[in-house]
């Protein structure tokens, strides 16, 4: 397996500008995962799915970041407007749920700077 | 409320030297617990895992780690460290869906 699959790999972009990075997870699981990290606040889970419908966005940051997840084998992350402080690396990951176990597998991450 | 401490940013071995990084815990039920590692511009690779069963599990690169639920630690081990291990390590808990992350620590080897 090609493992989970992020691109773009690097972003720059000017604030005000929409930003969408995509997700394509291991084929056959079920869970999807959104996180962004910052050196201030290290790895935080922004949203996660399971079968394709968000189950907890809590730590969206705000109304500005929207994730959809049209089908099993893709997801997005966007932000419309873009601002500096948006500058980070985010990851996506995926894990299948067996039984009462689960195990994240991550991409390598998308590294976004807005200026 | 579910934390995992991770008590040192970083730390500096000489290459040969052994390592151990510390980790603790706080969880209301059974752990399920994990450790990743980052290279420089590199997502989060799992290293090994912990559900159940023997307290000390192997994982990848040499690397190993005990389960001490009396101490809530979960230290990350490796009797001889390589130049390529330099990278930061990442702890977890997780019993569900929501996995949490330590802070990690950055590993510097030196030659």
């Known amino acids: 397996d090609a493992g989970v699959i992020q691109s773009p790999r690097h972003e720059v972009t000017e604030m005000g500008q929409e930003v969408t990075l995509r997700c394509k997870p291991i084929s056959g699981h079920d869970y999807l995962f959104w996180y962004r990290q910052t050196m201030m606040r290290g790895l935080e889970l922004l949203i996660y799915f399971n079968n394709n419908v968000p189950i907890d966005d809590s730590g969206m940051p705000e109304d500005r970041f929207s994730a959809k997840m049209p089908n099993a084998s893709f997801s997005t992350l966007k932000i419309q407007p873009s601002e500096p402080r948006d500058s980070a690396v985010y990851f996506c990951?995926?894990?299948?749920?067996?039984?009462?176990?689960?195990?994240?597998?991550f991409g390598p991450g998308t590294r976004l700077l807005v200026l | 409320a579910q934390s995992v401490t991770q008590p040192d940013i970083h730390i500096t071995v000489s290459e040969g030297a052994s390592l151990e990084l510390r980790c603790n815990y706080s969880y209301g039920a059974t752990p399920y617990l994990f450790w990743y590692v980052q290279s420089p511009g590199q997502g989060l690779q799992l290293l090994l895992k912990?559900?159940?069963?023997?307290?000390l599990v192997q994982g990848i690169k040499g690397f190993e780690a005990e389960f001490k639920r009396s101490q809530s630690s979960f230290n990350l081990r490796k009797p001889s460290v390589h130049w390529s291990d330099a990278a930061e390590y990442f702890c977890?808990?997780?019993?569900?869906?929501?996995?949490?992350f330590g802070a990690g620590t950055r590993l510097f080897v030196k030659a």
């Open positions: 912990y559900f159940s069963g023997d307290t």
């Open positions: 977890a808990v997780g019993g569900g869906f929501k996995t949490i």
């Open positions: 990951a995926s894990s299948l749920w067996l039984g009462n176990q689960e195990t994240q597998y």
